[in-house]
């Protein structure tokens, strides 16, 4: 496992121990990035937020290729000890942070992401309660660009402040695109 392009192009990563991780291939993170390239916000400059991030490739990748400011949430220990190697072995500074909470209930947020990825187990369930999770704990701007890894045959999920752009399939895998347009409330009665 490697980063694709940017800054840090063909940087080796490495894998958390043992089966319950499994990182997005460099062909699926490659064309996550190739799509996430042409839309707003755009990735240059944004923050970035990588939930369930396993080896946290897509955090980095995201970093290598112009984000500002990286978080990665994991709380499995296999995990956070890829990621913590991996941030010691690259140049990145302060710019990429790892958070070792429950990525399906974060709690609150210091300041909200331009651009979420969230890699649930799959068939797991979690992709739903952990985007609520960040509408609640105020994680995403306004219009924010979410991103949810799925298994090829999972149904998306489907919660109206999170709807759906388009779908992508690559292999075993599948990309659901998804926009955060928080709702302001009620609609109003009309006056009488």
């Known amino acids: 496992m490697r980063i694709i392009a940017g800054r840090l192009r063909g940087r080796r990563l ?28 755009r990735l240059a400059g944004a923050r970035f937020l990588d939930l ?29 000890e890829a990621i913590r190697a991996n941030l010691a072995r690259l140049p990145v500074g302060d710019a990429v942070r790892v958070l070792a ?21 799959y068939r797991s369930g979690l992709a739903a309660p952990a985007l609520r999770a960040l509408a609640v704990g105020g994680w995403l ?12 045959t999972e149904d998306p999920p489907e919660l109206a402040d999170f709807p759906i752009e388009r779908v992508r399939r690559y292999g075993a895998a599948k990309f659901v695109f998804l926009r955060y347009r928080p709702h302001a409330g009620p609609p109003e009665m009309p006056k009488v």
């Open 52 to 80: 369930f991030a396993g080896s946290g490739a897509v955090g980095l990748e995201a970093y290598s290729r112009g984000a500002r400011e990286v978080l990665l949430i994991e709380n499995a220990r296999p995990a956070l």
């Open 141 to 152: 701007v306004a219009e924010a660009r979410v991103v949810v890894e799925l298994a090829r």
């Open 101 to 121: 909470r429950d990525a399906a209930d974060p709690g609150p947020a210091e300041r909200p992401f331009d651009i979420a990825f969230l890699d649930p187990p």
């Open 14 to 41: 490495q894998a958390p121990l043992g089966r319950e991780t499994r990182p997005t291939s460099d062909l699926a993170r490659g064309a996550l990035f190739d799509a996430l390239g042409h839309d707003r916000p």
